[in-house]
């Protein structure tokens, strides 16, 4: 069977039988080891909180937070997934969060995991979504809930913040704090893609915030910082949970160098202040994966090595970390990293639709840098900005339905 072949009928047959690897060594720093095996211990005792739909044999549970909730620690991202089955496939192999957004494949999503939950006991998955700031908050959210067919949902993120001032934005507070009282959310937080140890210690300081969903892989060059952010909050009883674990899924635009993302995604999860992640699924394979990786987080040296990759080759990758180094060298003030998540939506993703969903909302002109003979941005990563700018600004004049 090759490892593109997966489909639901090889996947039932393979069940979960045998999907556990074992590795021969740990991330885990020798300090952390311990309290990291004492949090395992207590998180898998039977007679502790329950996770919606019950514990499964073999996985590794963490607590959110102060939330009582329990949950598995690979958890379903839905941005990308088209496929009913899968996702069913997912929670029926316990995958019980979904992670989804009013936003994502223009609504769509939300109804397409309406339709898969429909007629499932209420307290076997725990559900999220995600709304953009907005005057008329309240009213997507209402749409959100239609979509999905439920009163309410157990998270309510506001939508990719990255300052300091729109986490504690006293109209964002109000909206948020309404949504909880009304019942229309069990718990609140804010996601974001960059600048996250700030957006973390404003929604440390906002005082209402159960949860932060945050950007968090092997690439970002301040993850010490971004570390101790995650570790206040969890002192201060807040839950988090991880996305852009696998940082692209390609180390170069032809996607002939794939990152590991069975690494990836256990190197993220080897911080034990993370409750779960959310990676993307879209075929039978990469729920196997992640099927593996619930029950073992041992990283092998093999594994290790991939996650140096493209750094032995020279490659770029196509993640953006969000670090906004960028955005004061640019003379036009261009939103570079904004560009550069499109250009990752593109070529990692093969998601064109949310590429160009997102690079249509920025109004650039046909030609942003025009007049740079030459560009001045530095990337921390090295992209040729200009050249990534210029490619995925054509999807602007792309009609929306050709890419539906």
């Not at 109804?111 to 725990?126: A, N, T």
């Not at 750094?311 to 993640?319: F, K, S, T, V, W």
Request: aromatic share 6%; net charge positive.
């Amino acid at each position: 069977m090759s490892k593109s072949s997966l489909n639901r009928r090889d996947f039932l047959k393979v069940g979960l039988t045998g999907l556990v690897a074992t590795g021969a060594t740990s991330l885990l720093l020798a300090d952390d080891k311990k309290k990291f095996d004492d949090a395992q211990k207590k998180a898998q005792n039977k007679d502790g909180p329950q996770p919606p739909g019950g514990r499964r044999e073999g996985f590794i549970y963490r607590k959110l937070g102060g939330t009582g909730v329990v949950l598995p620690i690979v958890s379903m991202g839905v941005m990308n997934a088209d496929n009913p089955e899968l996702v069913r496939a997912a929670l029926d192999s316990g995958l019980v969060h979904l992670d989804t957004a009013h936003s994502y494949q223009r609504g769509n999503n939300e109804v397409m995991i309406g339709q898969v939950l429909k007629g499932r006991p209420r307290d076997s998955f725990f559900i999220a979504t995600k709304v953009k700031e907005d005057e008329k908050f309240m009213e997507l959210l209402d749409l959100s809930l239609k979509r999905l067919g439920f009163d309410y949902v157990d998270i309510l993120y506001l939508h990719n913040l990255t300052k300091k001032e729109n986490v504690l934005k006293p109209e964002n507070l109000e909206v948020m704090e309404k949504a909880k009282k009304s019942g229309k959310a069990r718990f609140i937080g804010v996601s974001t893609h960059a600048n996250e140890p700030e957006v973390i210690r404003a929604a440390i300081e906002a005082k209402i915030y159960d949860v932060v969903l945050s950007g968090y892989n092997f690439r970002k060059d301040y993850i010490k910082d971004l570390d101790a952010a995650i570790a206040e909050a969890t002192s201060a009883g807040m839950g988090i949970i991880a996305m852009k674990t696998l940082a692209g899924a390609y180390w170069d635009k032809q996607r002939t160098q794939p990152i590991n993302t069975k690494a990836a995604l256990k190197w993220a999860l080897n911080n034990p202040n993370i409750t779960t992640a959310i990676p993307g699924m879209t075929t039978f394979d990469q729920l196997k994966t992640d099927l593996e990786v619930v029950k073992d987080l041992k990283l092998t040296d093999s594994e290790l090595k991939d996650l140096k990759l493209g750094e032995a080759q020279g490659l770029a990758g196509l993640y953006c970390q969000g670090c906004q180094r960028c955005v004061p060298q640019c003379p036009k003030d261009l939103p570079i990293p904004e560009m550069m998540r499109a250009y990752m939506y593109a070529y990692g993703y093969k998601n064109l639709a949310a590429a160009h969903e997102l690079v249509s909302s920025l109004g650039l002109p046909d030609n942003p840098c025009d007049g740079c003979d030459q560009c001045l941005v530095n990337c921390a990563f090295k992209f040729d900005v200009r050249d990534r700018i210029v490619d995925i600004n054509r999807l602007k004049s792309v009609p929306s339905e050709f890419l539906a």
